[in-house]
C-alpha cells in the first residue's frame, strides 16, 4: 500500500464514499428491473421480444453497477493502482454506453410507443383463439382499470363480443360488461404512463450515477496516481 496523507487519503474516503452511492443505484435499478421482469410476466402473451426483454437489460446494468462499485472500493480500500485504473476504465465505458443509450432512448420513443400500439391491437386477433392471450389482457384491464386498446370498441367483432357482451375485465363489476358501463380509456395509454412512471424512476437514478461516475473516474485516477508516487 502506498502511504497516503492529507488530500489523498481524503480523496481515498471520498472513493468509498461515492461507491457506496453508486453501489445503491445499481441495486436501485436492479430492484426496479426484478419489478419490471415479475409485472411483465402479466403481460407477455400480449408484449413481443423487445418489450419482454426490456427488465432484463435493467437487471444487467444493475449487476454492472454493483460489481464495478464493488471494484472501485477494493481498489481503494485495499489502494491497489491495478484495480482503480481497472475500475476507472470500465467506468468510463459504461459511462459512455449510458450517454448513448439515453440518447437513443429519446429519439426512439415515439417509434417505441406506436410499435407497442400495433402490438397490442395484433393481439386482439389472437383473442378468441388463445387463452394465454385473454388471461394476458384481463390482467392488463384489472390492473389498469382499462378496456381495449384505445377504448372498448376494440373489442367490437372480436369474436362474438360486441357493445353488449364485453370482456368481464373491461368493467369494474367483472360480468355482465356492456358500453355504458365499460372503462372508457384504452389500454395503451395507461401502459405506456406505466412504463414513462418506472422508466422516470429508472432515469432519475441515471442521472444521478452519471454525476457519481464522473468523479469516480477522476477520483479514481488521481488516487492511482497518488499511489504510483
Known sequence: MGDLSGGNLCIKW??????????????????????????????????????????????????IITVLAFLGCFGAWCESRMALYLFAALLFITFVLEIVAGILGVVYRDDVEDKLQDILK??????NTSEPVRKSWKEVQDQFDCCGVTNYTDFFGVGDLSSSNLPGSCCSAG?????????TEGCYTKLVNW???????????????????????????????????
Do not use: H
Open 195 to 229: 412504463f414513462d412512471d418506472n422508466y422516470l424512476v429508472v432515469g432519475a437514478i441515471a442521472i444521478v450515477l452519471a454525476l457519481v461516475q464522473i468523479l469516480g473516474i477522476v477520483f479514481g485516477c488521481c488516487l492511482a496516481k497518488a499511489l504510483a508516487g
Open 122 to 127: 395484433d393481439s386482439l386477433m389472437d383473442y
Open 175 to 183: 360480468s355482465g360488461c356492456i358500453a355504458g358501463n365499460a372503462f
Open 14 to 63: 471520498l472513493l468509498l464514499i461515492f461507491n457506496f452511492v453508486f453501489f445503491a443505484g445499481g441495486v436501485a435499478i436492479l430492484g426496479v428491473g426484478i419489478y419490471l421482469k415479475i409485472k411483465f410476466g402479466d403481460f407477455a402473451d400480449i408484449l413481443d421480444e423487445d418489450w419482454a426483454n426490456a427488465p432484463n437489460l435493467l437487471i444487467a446494468v444493475g449487476c
